[in-house]
């Protein structure tokens, strides 16, 4: 798997593909982890059952600019990337945009190794027009590369929309996304939250898509925000700030809390939420495009990225116990319906298997509909089979080759 970030930098492409590695590791399949080396971890790791080989990298637009974008040393990634190759089934990539991802689909496709993107997001807000040109600029750019892959999978209709018509794909997948079992609860305490107050949940970097600032203008009296950034923001009433913490903290943090809001723009279906859900909280956030697949604006309380809406829907909240516990239900039924661990395990596990076999993806999606706690069809929003082509091209799998990668 190549993830140009990787633990312990943070975010939602991280833990997703964290989540995926030890999953696969736990069942028996060799999983590699190559990402950048933007700090000074070690540049071979073993986590959970899987390897993290880390190659160095600037992470100079991420500091100088808050654009997170690793440049790695051309000349290492080289050979990092030669040897993995070399004994790789599959090489699975996570968003076309970056360096990384640009050189593994080039290097892929001439030692004709099956190469799998998944594409996490469509066109991404920036602080800036300028920065708003350049991303621009990079998409396009990588359009060449990202047509030379053997399928390429999303996880939100919206995105698979998108890819096709920026690169030209005919091949996109919509495939599950999933998430841990949620943990026990700490005293909030331990975080520095009060008892006995309306406390709500933010995750999420200091960038435009998040909704921040939003969120920091729709502050009150009535409730307190507790907020999970990497921002520097000065103490105000009605705000905790946290750090960026572990996974299994921030699960322990989740389930001490009363609702979970997010008013961000231009995501795929951010993990944070995902989490959110599955812990039975509560959600504020707005309706983005391709959201339907999973929830509707009757699971939710949808608002929009401007402090009057979000303040106005943190109130409605706060003062109806009776409304939380509705939407707390909704929240557990949506994350049961889909996002299930085992359900995003076992369709990652099938693609990677039938790519490795020269077999294109399938496109029956029963048996990912199906929830494996109550084996009901998803009835909300399956657009398997009208999003879903195959892949294009067929590759033999080599004598003696038995690793996923």
Known sequence: MVSSYFRPHVGGVERFVELLASSLAGRGHTVTVLACRTSEDPPLELVDGYEIRRVRASNILEQRLGIPYPLPMPGEARRA???????????????????????????????????LLTQHTGFVPQRHAVFDAVERLVTRAVGSSARRVSLTAVYNPDVAAWAAKEWGLTAV????????????????????????????????????????????????????????????????????????????????????????????????????????????????????????????????????????????????????????????????????????????VDAYEETYERLAAGRPASRDRSAWRQESAGGQEDERGSHWDDVAQVGRHGHRRREGDDEAR
């Open 81 to 115: 990337l030669d040897a993995l190759l070399a004994r790789a089934d599959v090489a699975h990539v996570h968003e076309a945009r970056y360096v990384l991802s640009a050189a593994v689909i080039r290097r892929g496709a001439a030692r004709a190794v099956p190469v």
């Open 173 to 344: 997948d919509v495939l599950p996304v999933g998430v841990a079992p949620p943990a026990e609860p700490a005293r909030r305490s331990a975080f520095g939250l009060p008892e006995g107050r309306f406390v709500v949940l933010f995750v999420g970097r200091n960038v435009p898509t998040k909704g921040l600032d939003s969120l920091l203008g729709a502050l009150g009296d009535e409730y307190v925000v507790a907020a999970v950034t990497d921002a520097r923001l000065d103490a105000r009433p009605g705000l905790v700030t946290l750090p960026f913490m572990p996974a299994d903290r921030l699960a322990q943090l989740m389930a001490s809390v009363d609702a979970f809001v997010l008013p961000s723009r231009g995501e795929g279906v951010p993990l944070a939420l995902q989490e959110a859900m599955s812990v039975g909280l509560p959600v504020l956030t707005t309706m983005l495009p391709g959201y339907e697949r999973y929830f509707g604006s009757d699971d939710i309380i949808p608002i929009e990225p401007d402090p009057a809406s979000i303040r106005q829907g943190l109130l409605a909240l706060a003062h109806d116990e009776e409304r939380r516990r509705h939407l707390a239900r909704r929240s557990s039924e949506v994350a049961r319906r889909h996002f299930s661990l085992k359900r995003f």
